[in-house]
């Protein structure tokens, strides 16, 4: 009888000191590994790192920079815009604009512009970057930026862009205007939508916030920076540089001129062979 008891004693404890063994491990495990995680985690206000903005706009400028800009201008500009960016019968009032329209008009070589009369169209820039730089920082000092325009040059970080969310937002924003492709194409009254093969990412920014020429200012509270940003990343992206799975990308004009060719080499060449073969026979 002991025996038995014995037996049903041990057969009973047996699994609950397994069990038992088991929590205790698992607890223990858990313990060591908070630890372990704490120990990689620093602590205060390091603990989590501030995300890096997708648009970094740069509004302070040096003296130097001030001063290097205002001799540019008065050599290039102020026959037409005045000494203090005023402007005249010749060319528009600048002051106020920010120093992000007047580094895209410049850094684009749309300006200085030759004739008033016509759409300034984009060509090689007479200033490098810095110099388009420092008159930007001159005409940003002559008063404060309006309101809706950025009061410092954008510098985009495309890192974590999205670039179906940029597809989705040119289409639906910039599309109807530039092409699907980027090529750009006629307006009204003889003006164009310039194409987009050539832009920088700045200059992309640039032009949606300031809406240069015809096209519409895009402020903040239309498209946020994260946005502006997913704009930039397709453009410079699968539109400057697509795939061009076809094989050959046609200046990336769009379907029309792909199936104007596809109708003159396919049908034409069907037709020559039949041709051929006709007087063959």
């Avoid at 001063?67 to 600048?94: I, K, M, W, Y």
Wanted: glycine share 12%; aromatic share 6%; proline share 7%.
């Amino acid at each position: 009888m002991r025996t038995v008891r014995k037996t049903l004693h041990i057969r009973y404890l047996l699994p609950a000191a397994v069990v038992v063994a088991v929590g205790v491990g698992g607890l223990l495990t858990s313990l060591s590994a908070g630890a372990s995680t704490r120990s990689r985690t620093p602590s205060g206000a390091n603990a989590i790192a501030a995300p890096t903005p997708p648009i970094r706009y740069v509004g302070t400028f040096t003296p130097a920079q001030v001063h290097e800009g205002q001799v540019l201008f008065e050599a290039n500009c102020s026959s037409c815009h005045g000494t203090q960016a005023e402007g005249s019968a010749l060319a528009p009032d600048l002051q106020g604009l920010g120093p992000a329209t007047v580094d895209f008009w410049v850094s684009t070589g749309r300006m200085p512009l030759a004739d008033a009369s016509v759409q300034a169209t984009r060509k090689p820039a007479r200033f490098d970057n810095q110099q388009a730089t420092a008159i930007s920082a001159y005409v940003a000092s002559l008063a404060p930026t309006a309101p809706g325009f950025p009061s410092g040059i954008p510098y985009v970080d495309t890192k974590a862009s999205s670039l179906s969310m940029g597809n989705r937002l040119f289409v639906l924003n910039c599309a109807a205007c530039h092409t699907i492709t980027g090529a750009g194409d006629a307006l009204a009254d003889g003006a164009y939508a310039p194409s987009l093969h050539v832009a920088t990412s700045t200059q992309v920014a640039e032009a949606v916030r300031t809406g240069p020429g015809n096209m519409p200012v895009f402020g903040p509270g239309t498209l946020s920076n994260a946005q502006v940003a997913d704009i930039v990343a397709y453009v410079t992206g699968p539109i400057q540089h697509p795939n061009d799975r076809g094989g050959i990308g046609l200046g990336g004009i769009g379907p029309v001129a792909e199936g104007f060719v596809a109708l003159l080499i396919g049908v034409g060449g069907i037709m020559l062979i039949a041709f051929w073969l006709g007087e063959r026979a």
